[in-house]
């Protein structure tokens, strides 16, 4: 009996979220890049960099595939292979709190920040009208745009909800994720709601952060948390604010390193600029 032949797959090089690399390998290379990047801006930052090894760390990057590889890695992650985005768990507190019910009022005006994919809410386009944004857009339907250099006064109270889903992390000085949380605020209607993902060691594991140092320091920009969702062992923090009043006669409280706890810890911080 002859034997019957496998068919060949082809091999092709696809954006699809069901990607050979896995969980694992996806991580390190999100971890890696963020390692890089905070060395990177320490170099340039300092007086006197050392040319040779800045040069040994844009190499690397480049190796690692730059800006591009970690949006692919990231995009993966959001597959519904891999559980989906965490787009999911706003969309989930938004209809909790019956705002889809808000026809006679409009759409919600969404700014999704670090987007990766154009379409994360196609399934409330009829009650949110999501503006996807990020550094480098991989779609004609992303914004490319650095959220640090938006002209505040033109997008003062215009947003009535800004998603900051692995957004903070990624920034390597921490007095720009500082930054990033005030100009959210000042970007958001009055009552406008701020919806912030980390991974959770961020504040878990943080020698510089806890859940409490934040939510203080959010109530001191004046954040209101509405909803918390994390898990023991999980890899994920989520919260969802709304926008109030700030107790601004605190705001220098926050704008130096504070050692919240001892021992083997990671040095995640939020600085106020």
Same mark, same amino acid.
């Given at each position: 009996? !002859?034997?019957?032949? +496998?068919?060949?797959?082809?091999?092709?090089?696809?954006?699809?979220?069901?990607?050979?690399?896995? !969980?694992?390998? =996806?991580?390190?290379?999100?971890?890696?890049?963020?390692?890089? /990047?905070? +060395?990177?801006?320490? #170099?340039?930052?300092?007086? =006197?960099?050392?040319?040779?090894? /800045?040069?040994?760390?844009?190499?690397?990057?480049?190796?690692? $595939?730059?800006?591009?590889?970690?949006?692919?890695?990231?995009?993966?992650? *959001?597959?519904?292979?891999?559980? $989906?985005?965490?787009?999911?768990?706003?969309?989930?507190? #938004?209809?909790?709190?019956?705002?889809?019910?808000?026809?006679?009022?409009?759409?919600?005006?969404?700014?999704?920040? $670090?987007?990766? +994919?154009?379409?994360?809410?196609?399934?409330?386009?009829?009650?949110?009208?999501?503006?996807?944004?990020?550094?480098?857009?991989?779609? !004609?339907?992303?914004?490319? *745009?650095?959220?640090?250099?938006?002209?505040?006064?033109?997008?003062? $109270?215009?947003?009535?909800?800004?998603?900051?889903? /692995?957004?903070?992390?990624?920034? !390597?000085?921490?007095?720009?994720?500082?930054?990033?949380?005030?100009?959210?605020?000042?970007?958001?209607?009055?009552?406008?709601?701020?919806?912030?993902?980390?991974?959770?060691?961020?504040?878990?594991?943080?020698?510089?952060?806890?859940?409490?140092?934040?939510? =203080? #320091?959010?109530?001191?920009?004046?954040?209101?948390?509405? *909803?918390?969702?994390?898990k023991k062992g999980g890899k994920m923090a989520y919260w969802l604010y709304r926008k109030s009043e700030g107790d601004h006669k605190t705001l220098h409280e926050y704008r130096k390193k504070t050692v919240c706890r001892q021992g083997d810890r990671n040095n995640f911080a939020i600085l106020l600029p």
């Amino acid at each position: 009996m !002859p034997r019957t032949r +496998k068919k060949k797959i082809p091999i092709t090089n696809t954006d699809k979220a069901s990607s050979s690399s896995t !969980p694992t390998s =996806s991580r390190t290379v999100i971890r890696r890049f963020h390692v890089l /990047l905070k +060395k990177q801006r320490q #170099l340039k930052n300092a007086s =006197s960099a050392n040319a040779e090894v /800045l040069g040994e760390i844009e190499h690397e990057i480049d190796e690692l $595939g730059g800006l591009a590889a970690y949006q692919r890695m990231s995009s993966i992650g *959001q597959g519904n292979d891999r559980g $989906g985005g965490s787009e999911k768990v706003l969309i989930q507190w #938004l209809i909790h709190m019956e705002l889809r019910k808000r026809e006679a009022k409009g759409k919600l005006r969404l700014l999704e920040v $670090g987007a990766l +994919k154009p379409d994360n809410y196609r399934t409330c386009m009829s009650w949110i009208d999501t503006t996807p944004m990020d550094l480098r857009s991989r779609h !004609p339907s992303i914004v490319e *745009q650095d959220f640090l250099l938006m002209d505040e006064d033109e997008n003062r $109270g215009k947003w009535d909800i800004i998603s900051l889903s /692995l957004v903070v992390n990624f920034v !390597p000085d921490p007095r720009d994720r500082g930054r990033m949380l005030c100009l959210a605020h000042s970007m958001l209607t009055p009552d406008g709601l701020l919806f912030l993902a980390l991974p959770l060691p961020c504040v878990e594991n943080s020698r510089y952060l806890t859940f409490d140092t934040l939510q =203080s #320091l959010m109530d001191v920009l004046g954040f209101t948390e509405v *909803q918390r969702k994390w898990k023991k062992g999980g890899k994920m923090a989520y919260w969802l604010y709304r926008k109030s009043e700030g107790d601004h006669k605190t705001l220098h409280e926050y704008r130096k390193k504070t050692v919240c706890r001892q021992g083997d810890r990671n040095n995640f911080a939020i600085l106020l600029p």
